[in-house]
């Protein structure tokens, strides 16, 4: 299964585990579950360092490519089709990261690991809700 990270569940992983649900555990330490990460979720994560709501306890881009190297992550493109489709995909709230990640997972067929659950409602989209 192609499995699109959100950033909260991608950050969660590493810096906060106990909010991980057990299965969606499972199925990020799967061998047969290929982990994809947007660049957006890159782009959010300097935000909220920038305004101080997170810390890591390394520099940014050692941080990141510690993370993309220890979770095998794939990169998830930000193409012309997936901006196409952000005109297709409404979210019920106004987090353009949110927009984003969400048409990619649609383009490219991924499942998008989430606990956000007013992507929940988001048609056509599969899901892995991480709910504890």
Request: glycine letters at 0%.
């Amino acid at each position: 299964m192609n499995l699109l990270l959100d950033t909260h569940i991608w950050l969660w992983n590493d810096l906060q585990p106990e909010k991980i649900s057990s299965q969606v555990a499972l199925e990020l330490a799967s061998p047969s579950n290929d982990l994809w990460l947007s660049p957006v979720s890159i782009w959010e994560l300097a935000l909220l360092l920038e305004k101080k709501r997170i810390t890591i306890p390394m520099e940014f881009h050692v941080w990141v490519a510690g993370s993309a190297r220890d979770l095998d992550l794939r990169e998830a493109p930000f193409t012309w089709d997936v901006a196409q489709e952000l005109r297709f995909t409404q979210v019920a709230h106004k987090d353009p990261a949110d927009r984003f990640l969400a048409a990619t997972a649609k383009v490219f067929d991924m499942t998008l690991v989430t606990a956000d659950e007013r992507l929940w409602k988001v048609p056509h989209l599969k899901l892995l809700p991480n709910i504890l």
